[in-house]
Antibody
Framework: EVQLVESGGGLVQPGRSLKLSCVASGFTFNNYWMTWIRQAPGKGLEWVAS????????YYPDSVKGRFTISRDNAKSTLYLQMNSLRSEDTATYYC???????????WGQGVMVTVSS | IMLTQSPATLSVTPGESISLSCRASQSISTNLHWYQQKPNESPRVLIK???QSISGIPSRFSGSGSGTDFTLNINRVEPEDFSVYYC?????????FGSGTKLEIK
């Protein structure tokens, strides 16, 4: 059974940093691209970052480029999201997802809440 | 690429058959995927590449379209189908989602 379990969320002040983790199990982690997607309270879904199966390439939307860094440790089957210079608009539930065929997201974690507030 | 979903909310009676729309701001071929999100749950994928089925998803869900206009059809809505539906394009970066259609009970 595929499982994605996020951790590391919480309350953080604007301008500070936070690092999310996602432990994967039930599939061969190093065969798949992985992606973080977020959802602000009561809002829709927003793609945040993607990483290739080897970790050799990463992709970001302009809204987080230069502030967020996605990475992975294939030996630990773990995905990370380093978030710096956090803003109130980064407040959201962050989902770890597996990207099937690079294009769509076939498994999602339960999500982890990040609240940016003073 | 912007995705516009309509309607924003659809009120239906269980047993009705419905269609939800997703329109892209430019052609995306069939690189369009549909998700369902129930309250307090993570989304799940329903349809890939506009019309391809996903293992484990009930056959009452189907998709169609290409280019800029796409449709998610639900044949005879069941009580468990009342949730929010999102479309997502993978034709070009950044991947984008529509704003969602909420399906509610009339």
């Amino acid at each position: 059974e595929v499982q994605l379990v996020e951790s590391g969320g919480g309350l953080v002040q604007p301008g500070r940093s936070l690092k999310l983790s996602c432990v994967a199990s039930g599939f061969t982690f190093n065969n798949y691209w992985m992606t973080w997607i977020r959802q602000a309270p009561g809002k829709g879904l927003e793609w945040v970052a993607s990483i290739t199966n080897t970790g050799g390439s990463t992709y970001y939307p302009d809204s987080v480029k230069g502030r967020f860094t996605i990475s992975r440790d294939n030996a630990k089957s773990t995905l990370y999201l380093q978030m710096n210079s956090l803003r109130s608009e980064d407040t959201a539930t962050y989902y770890c997802t597996r990207a099937e065929q690079l294009d769509y997201f076939d498994y999602w974690g339960q999500g982890v809440m990040v609240t940016v507030s003073s | 690429i912007m995705l516009t979903q309509s309607p924003a909310t659809l009120s239906v009676t269980p047993g009705e058959s419905i269609s939800l729309s997703c329109r892209a701001s430019q052609s995306i071929s069939t690189n369009l995927h549909w998700y369902q999100q129930k309250p307090n749950e993570s989304p799940r994928v329903l349809i890939k590449y506009a019309s391809q089925s996903i293992s484990g998803i009930p056959s009452r869900f189907s998709g169609s379209g290409s280019g800029t206009d796409f449709t998610l059809n639900i044949n005879r809505v069941e009580p468990e189908d009342f949730s929010v539906y999102y479309c997502q394009q993978s034709n070009s970066w950044p991947f984008t989602f529509g704003s969602g259609t909420k399906l509610e009970i009339k």
